[in-house]
């Protein structure tokens, strides 16, 4: 008989290898989803706004259910390891922080990690750090949520569930572009890309 897949095993699957990132951003997930009292989003019951695209972030997709094809998922660039989740039925949202780590780790992994990553490493140093760093996220996953998280209730106008629009034809390229976010360029429908483009012109 087959075994379930467990969300870990899951997440390790759709990231394509494990590391320290995958496993935080595992365990921002199931604290937001424990935070909200709720389960894997199958539509958009669940918004996450991720401040981060590490590696972390693959794992609270799976987790969470939340993805940008679904419009649930919305990634702000601020370079923050954190993430704010949002629950559609409650109205309840919590952000969560992921806390630095580092300091926490094996002194020996800290200095064989920094050797392998300057390319000083040798086959025998990689080997090790690789078994070094599955204790190290072993750790992670079984670490009092409070070390590793700091959970904040915050307050969070939902956005919008995901809308479909109409398409336009670009008058420079002839590709279809979602309307909103078409421009106008000498009163014609251009896409983001052509609206920037200018050839150079001779002037008389």
């Given at each position: 008989?087959?075994?379930e897949?467990?969300?870990?095993?899951?997440?390790m699957?759709?990231?394509?290898?494990?590391?320290?990132?995958?496993?935080?951003?595992?365990?921002?997930?199931?604290?937001?989803?424990?935070g909200?009292?709720?389960?894997?989003?199958?539509?958009?019951?669940?918004?996450?706004?991720?401040?981060?695209?590490?590696?972390?972030l693959?794992?609270?997709?799976?987790?969470?259910?939340?993805?940008?094809?679904?419009?649930?998922?919305?990634?702000?660039d601020?370079?923050?390891n954190?993430?704010?989740f949002?629950?559609?039925?409650?109205?309840?949202?919590?952000?969560?922080l992921?806390?630095?780590?580092?300091?926490?780790?094996?002194?020996?992994?800290?200095?064989?990690?920094?050797?392998?990553?300057?390319?000083?490493?040798?086959?025998?140093?990689k080997?090790?750090l690789?078994?070094?760093?599955?204790e190290v996220?072993?750790?992670?996953?079984?670490?009092?949520?409070?070390?590793?998280?700091?959970?904040?209730?915050v307050?969070?106008?939902?956005?919008?569930?995901?809308?479909?629009?109409?398409?336009?034809?670009?008058a420079?390229?002839?590709?279809?572009?979602?309307?909103?976010?078409?421009?106008?360029?000498?009163?014609?429908?251009?896409c983001?890309?052509?609206?920037?483009?200018?050839?150079?012109?001779?002037?008389?």
């Amino acid at each position: 008989m087959c075994r379930e897949k467990t969300d870990w095993e899951k997440a390790m699957e759709f990231h394509g290898h494990i590391c320290i990132g995958l496993a935080l951003g595992y365990r921002a997930a199931k604290a937001g989803l424990e935070g909200l009292e709720a389960r894997r989003s199958p539509d958009e019951e669940i918004v996450v706004i991720a401040e981060t695209d590490n590696c972390g972030l693959d794992a609270v997709q799976v987790v969470t259910g939340c993805t940008m094809g679904k419009g649930n998922l919305i990634y702000r660039d601020y370079g923050k390891n954190a993430y704010t989740f949002g629950c559609r039925n409650s109205g309840k949202a919590v952000r969560i922080l992921v806390k630095p780590c580092d300091a926490n780790y094996p002194e020996e992994f800290t200095a064989l990690r920094d050797r392998v990553r300057s390319g000083e490493g040798t086959p025998e140093e990689k080997d090790r750090l690789r078994k070094m760093q599955l204790e190290v996220i072993a750790g992670l996953l079984q670490a009092p949520q409070e070390d590793l998280l700091q959970v904040q209730d915050v307050q969070l106008d939902l956005p919008e569930k995901a809308r479909i629009f109409n398409s336009v034809t670009c008058a420079r390229c002839g590709e279809l572009v979602m309307e909103p976010r078409a421009r106008v360029r000498d009163g014609q429908f251009v896409c983001i890309p052509c609206s920037d483009y200018y050839p150079s012109r001779v002037v008389g």
